[in-house]
């Protein structure tokens, strides 16, 4: 009996908790119900802020609007205008999904310990809005902004608000440059760069950048020049190191005394750019003055190499650049350094040994083993026709080693050895009628390119080799 009534009385206390349970739920439904919304709940003009603040884990950044927004910590820090409209522009017209109504626990959303608080202040009012956690149904942010409810948004603005103050500075711009007039470098090289679209200091046609020389303009590859200019324009600067460099710190970087200066005086010609016309764009590229003394030491020291004989493997060094007068000083990287200090004039200009283009050249002399052979070509309706005695020839097999042949290093070195074989090459131009060159015996690996009287480059023998062996299968054949 006493089993029934304990079975009576459990069974009752069970509905009592059902009922309970069934009435707490339904007055949560009635309280925090859930509504679909497609309401407006923020419309704040960028313009109209005059103050912006945030926080999340660690991070606490403001900023105040003086005609310019001002970094609070730090007024110096060059914020982005650009940066700070991205900020604003969540709000301006801030829509929701659903609202949740009557809310009392805040808890259960996120937000009795909100993941990023945001504080925005106009002239008239402020606002404070707090993001919670994501609803487990559809992954979206719980978000409040003090009038009780509690919002599921959309476009969830942690995803712009998740920065740090490095996300925030005004960067330096390297030039979008249409036209370059003149490059002059100081520094580790010393020398200009003119551009002339039509000169008669050289036989190829693309050639419009040149040094002065000794007996006149020097021609530069166009396309390296460019690539030098592209590795400029492509700098990547984000990694600030100061953002407000004192003399101390331009000194420590090695930017008192830059290893390089690259002044590049450039014209905008765009009808869409409101910035159209003749600028100057100023880099300049060092290591730090740590690293300066470091290698001027080595260089210095006659033992490079350790005991064993094998050289040391290098370390990865950073450098650093500074745009103009700017107090902002990045750090780049080694390889970008290397692209950037590739400025000489032996960097920048033709490598190969004979750099027009083929088609120019009319008659060919070459001098080999003492004997001597003419190559000659005549025009048969669109096609060149090449010949030797008589006979019709394939040329490309002799026109791709005398493009091979490259500078492996230039010199002016006057001793030289055995002639290898030499050319003598008519062109269509009227400024150069002729190209003489020989190719000397160095030694096994290299020989000595002597072009017009001039010693000129050493070149890799194997590449002579095979120009060759491209004349005589001509003259064999």
């Known amino acids: 009996m006493k089993r029934f009534k304990r079975l009576y009385v459990l069974s009752g206390v069970l509905a009592v908790i059902c009922g309970v349970t069934f009435l707490v739920s339904r007055y949560e439904r009635r309280r925090e119900e859930i509504k679909n ?21 660690e991070t606490k950044l403001a900023f105040h609007k003086d005609e310019t927004w001002l970094y609070d910590a ?15 522009g969540v709000f301006e017209s801030f829509g929701v999904s659903f609202v949740i ?41 719980y978000l409040s902004i003090g009038d009780g409810n509690v919002y599921l948004v959309s476009a969830d603005p942690m995803e712009t608000y998740e920065i740090e103050l490095k996300d925030m500075i005004l960067h330096d711009e390297t030039p ?8 002059t470098f100081a520094g580790s090289e010393n020398y200009s760069i003119i551009y002339q679209e039509e000169s008669d200091a050289t036989y190829h046609e693309e050639d419009v950048y040149f040094v002065s020389g000794e007996n006149g303009y020097l021609p530069l590859d166009t396309d390296t020049v460019k690539g030098y200019l592209s590795s400029i324009g492509s700098l990547g600067l984000v990694n600030y190191v100061s953002y407000n460099a004192t003399e101390e710190e331009l000194a420590a970087y090695g930017l008192n005394e830059p ?38 030491e080595e260089e210095s020291s006659e033992e490079t190499d350790t005991p064993d004989g094998h050289e ?34 032996d960097e920048l200009r033709h490598q190969e040994v004979f750099w027009a283009d083929f088609s120019k050249v009319t008659q060919v002399d070459i001098s080999l ?15 060149t026709v090449w010949s030797y005695e008589g006979e019709t020839i394939a040329i490309d097999d002799f026109r791709n080693a005398l493009a091979y042949l490259k ?14 074989i030499s050319l003598t090459l008519y062109l269509n131009d009227d400024n150069f009628k002729m190209i003489h060159i020989g190719l000397y015996r160095q030694d096994g690996n290299d020989c000595l390119a002597v072009v017009d009287g001039e010693p000129t480059a050493f070149v890799a023998r194997s590449e002579v080799v095979d120009l060759v062996e491209a004349v005589n299968a001509i003259i064999l054949n």
Not at 75 to 88: G, H, I, N, T, W
Not at 103 to 131: K, N, R
Not at 272 to 290: N, Q
Request: glycine content about 4%; hydrophobic content about 30%.
């Open 312 to 345: 040391p493997e290098a370390e990865s060094v950073p450098a650093y650049v500074r745009i103009g007068d700017s107090r902002i000083i990045y750090e780049i990287t080694e390889t970008e350094y290397e692209s950037l200090m590739a400025a000489s004039y």
């Open 259 to 296: 290893e390089l200066t690259a002044t590049i005086q450039y014209t905008t010609q765009k009808e869409d750019r409101e910035d159209s016309g003749r600028k100057t764009f100023v880099l300049h590229v060092s290591r730090s003055a740590e690293e300066k003394a470091k290698v001027k």
């Open 176 to 183: 979008d440059v249409d036209q370059v007039d003149d490059i």
């Open 369 to 383: 083993e003492g004997q001597t052979c003419t190559l000659t070509s005549k025009e048969d309706g669109e096609e």
């Open 101 to 141: 109504e009557n809310v009392e626990d805040y808890d259960q959303y996120g937000l009795e310990e909100p993941t990023c608080s945001i504080h925005i202040e106009t002239a008239e009012e402020s606002y404070e809005v707090e993001l919670g956690g994501y609803s487990t149904m559809d992954e979206k942010r």
């Open 74 to 88: 730090d007024e110096a820090f060059p914020v982005s205008e650009e940066k700070m409209k991205e900020l604003l």
């Open 37 to 57: 919304s497609d309401e407006i709940i923020l419309a704040l003009a960028a313009d109209d802020v005059t103050a912006l603040s945030w926080e999340y884990d």
């Open 407 to 420: 500078a492996t290093e230039f010199t002016e070195d006057k001793i030289y050895d055995k002639e290898e």
